[in-house]
């Protein structure tokens, strides 16, 4: 987990009451659908998902408005737009990554706002100024996306990359969303039988990082037994059906390069004792820090061939620069890894964000970055890059409906009773023996599982 905080980007979604709305691109020729939903609610104030349908023509830019029925109800703040308001309108601008709209083309917008009384629905939403009272067909439904056993690994299979995206034995592209440990070495309490199957049963989770620290009391302290632990939570992730991420949780020191022969030893142990597993995914160095890509691709160019003597078929997954942010948090930007990629087959890059700490700037990098590069999101907080502060409930929404849209799966920290505000569960509760229900689950505990609860969508055929 991040230690520092990265330099906060200046946040587009983040509104004036005030502001004045941006002049209207040129509008599209025949219509388009809103489905709106009020995600959630509380005392004077609430959640919205705003889903725009383009109905017209092909649009390269676009402003939604609608109108607020009260008075008293104002946007606070919203995201995957620059959103805006002006009297009781509210308009809404793509941003970078989803300013085009062909025909038929969908973007999913939110914002979370204040009222007074009652909380109406909007009205009188337009795009580009065209009226949007039309209406799309509803899909046919989905067929069983679970055959078989119905886990995540019976459903899905051996993993592989196939072009910028995370794909299962029927060469389909998936998202697997789940959660990561803390440091086994501080919370393995928190890891057994009646916790997997929370995380399995109730949580609905596709994987369970595994996060082994090298440094702070961790691998270098005993590898043998650091390695037997980590083979365990990987059995116990296979028998529950899901995915096992087995995290070299390297931090302190940044340059991976300082633990390169504790990393060929471990590797080649699990890789050996794993490889004719299906769950296994290999993450080779969790947040490199203070170094060049140059010095990080020379690690991965090293471990990668001590993995693929034992497993030449799993996924592996290279930490980036500036803790895992594709460089962003060292000023740099994805480039440097699309100028210069990794010398392997099958294998994907890690990008790590903060809610409250990375902003638009960062997701725009992701956005960018996953037409070129296969990203999974081995961690993630909804709070600050410390681990601690209020949870960021807005910036959190906006990351996750990336990733959902973008199918970048991801692992949040952390699945542990940690006394700080990023762990999913209460202090105590790795005491006990509950794991799922809300009298043991944080802010952030609650709103993650109602994330990775929903129904998968793991296509078939």
Same mark, same amino acid.
């Given at each position: ?5 990265? +330099? ?57 408005? #609608? ?47 204040? #009222?007074?009384?009652?909380? !109406? ?5 337009? +795009? ?5 009272? *039309? ?69 609905? =989770? ?50 991976? $390069? ?7 030893? #471990? ?26 890509? =140059?010095?990080?691709? $020379? ?12 497993? !030449? ?11 895992? @942010? ?26 790590? #964000? ?29 709070? @600050? ?42 202090? *105590? ?17 609650? +709103? ?14």
């Amino acid at each position: 987990m991040k230690r520092i905080v990265a +330099l906060l980007a200046t946040c587009a979604t983040a509104v004036g009451l005030t502001a004045l709305l941006s002049p209207q691109p040129a509008a599209a020729a025949a219509g388009c659908k809103v489905d709106y939903t009020v995600t959630s609610q509380w005392q004077g104030g609430f959640q919205a998902g705003v889903k725009v349908t383009n109905l017209g023509d092909p649009v390269s830019g676009w402003t939604l408005r #609608f109108t607020l029925p009260d008075a008293g109800q104002k946007l606070v703040q919203g995201w995957n737009a620059t959103w805006s308001q002006s009297g009781s309108t509210v308009g809404a601008t793509g941003v970078d990554w989803n300013r085009t709209l062909a025909t038929g083309a969908s973007t999913d917008l939110g914002f979370v706002g204040s #009222f007074t009384g009652a909380n !109406p629905k909007p009205s009188a939403f337009t +795009l580009n100024g065209v009226a949007c009272t *039309g209406s799309v067909e509803d899909p046919p439904p989905n067929p069983d996306p679970n055959p078989g056993n119905g886990t995540p690994v019976g459903v899905n299979g051996q993993l592989h990359v196939c072009g910028v995206n995370l794909c299962n034995q029927h060469n389909r592209p998936i998202q697997l969303r789940g959660m990561s440990t803390h440091g086994i070495q501080w919370f393995s309490k928190c890891y057994n039988g009646a916790s997997l199957d929370a995380l399995a049963k109730d949580w609905k =989770s596709d994987l369970l990082r595994i996060a082994m620290y090298v440094q702070e009391n961790g691998y270098e302290t005993d590898p043998a037994g650091f390695t037997s632990r980590v083979n365990s939570l990987v059995d116990m992730a296979e028998a529950r059906g899901m995915y096992a991420l087995i995290d070299f949780h390297t931090l302190t020191p940044g340059d991976p $390069n300082y633990n390169l022969d504790r990393a060929k030893t #471990f590797f080649t142990s699990v890789a050996a004792r794993n490889a004719a597993k299906k769950n296994v995914i290999y993450e080779i160095a969790n947040e490199p820090n203070g170094v060049s890509w =140059s010095a990080i691709k $020379n690690y991965a160019e090293q471990v990668i061939p001590v993995i693929r003597a034992a497993d !030449p078929d799993a996924v592996i997954i290279v930490g980036t620069r500036g803790w895992s @942010s594709l460089g962003v948090s060292d000023g740099s930007n994805e480039t440097e890894v699309v100028n210069s990629p990794v010398n392997a087959t099958n294998i994907m890059y890690a990008f790590h #964000f903060y809610a409250a700490s990375h902003k638009d700037n960062y997701r725009a990098t992701v956005s960018r970055a996953a037409s070129k590069l296969p990203l999974f999101v081995t961690e993630f907080g909804t709070v @600050s890059a410390t681990g601690g502060g209020t949870m960021d409930r807005a910036g959190t929404t906006a990351w996750l409906d990336l990733l959902d849209q973008l199918k970048i799966s991801y692992a949040n920290w952390t699945y542990s009773d940690a006394d700080e505000s990023s762990a999913a569960l209460k202090p *105590g509760t790795c005491d006990g023996t509950d794991y799922s229900s809300s009298g043991v689950l944080t802010e952030s505990g609650a +709103l993650i599982k109602s994330r990775i609860s929903t129904a998968d969508s793991f296509p078939t055929s």
